[in-house]
């Protein structure tokens, strides 16, 4: 089974732009959440995707979004960028069995640089 | 508020040692703690997990211990290899409202 792919792996913008990431989770995942890491903060939860519904939702601005498609297919925007937002931006999926364990499969992230 | 710490940012241990990675926890709700290890350049991976009603778990050349008395959470590594050089996270989840709190993470090197 091919694991969480996520694209692009790193990618450099400038302040005031906006950029969008791309997650594909694992075949029959059908949980999708996102997390930002960085040397400062760590692993922030940012959002959770469930069935293209936003389940649970972390303490960042409204600048950060996402959505779920039906293929179970995500992507995350974060508008309006800051030097603040340079991060490596990670994707996770859960399978059914594991609901309710915490056990993430993460896929490799998305290096953004905001000059 | 809820927390999830480390006792040590930093770990070094000798190729063919045992080692032991803590973590103190705060949330009394959390059902379970799990432990992930990220190399470098990659995406943090599930090691193994153990749920708030036991107080030892065994992997592969891995063991979690839960004590709830005093809110602390460990990972022992038997006979330390080079693969096993990582940051090492904790992290407690509680089912009730799907969150989720990551540790600081400790990084593991191993002297050859």
């Known amino acids: 089974k091919a694991g969480v792919t996520q694209t692009p792996r790193y990618l450099i913008k400038t302040r005031g732009q906006q950029v969008t990431l791309s997650c594909s989770p694992i075949?029959?995942?059908?949980?999708v959440s996102w997390y930002q890491q960085t040397p400062g903060q760590g692993l922030q939860f940012l959002f959770e995707y469930f069935s293209e519904t936003q389940r649970n939702k972390g303490n960042f601005p409204g600048r950060f979004s996402g959505r779920q498609f039906s293929n179970s297919r995500s992507e995350m925007n974060v508008s309006t960028l800051e030097l603040g937002d340079s991060a490596l931006y990670l994707c996770?999926?859960?399978?059914?069995?594991?609901?309710?364990?915490?056990?993430?499969?993460f896929g490799e992230g998305s290096r953004l640089t905001v000059l | 508020g809820e927390s999830v710490g480390l006792h040590l940012p930093t770990l070094s241990v000798q190729e063919g040692d045992n080692s032991i990675i803590n973590c103190a926890y705060s949330?009394?709700?959390?059902?379970?703690f799990i432990w992930y290890k990220q190399e470098s350049g990659k995406g943090p991976q599930f090691i193994i997990d153990i749920r708030s009603n036991m107080d030892k778990r065994q992997g592969q050349r891995v063991t979690v211990l839960l004590n709830k008395t005093v809110k602390h959470l460990s990972l022992q590594i038997a006979a330390t290899q080079p693969g096993d050089s990582a940051v090492y996270f904790c992290?407690?989840?509680?089912?009730?409202?799907?969150?989720?709190?990551f540790g600081s993470g400790t990084r593991l090197s191993i002297r050859p």
């Open positions: 996770a999926s859960t399978s059914l069995a594991a609901e309710g364990t915490g056990e993430l499969f």
């Open positions: 949330n009394s709700a959390s059902d379970y």
């Open positions: 075949s029959g995942h059908r949980s």
């Open positions: 992290a407690e989840y509680d089912s009730s409202a799907s969150k989720i709190i």
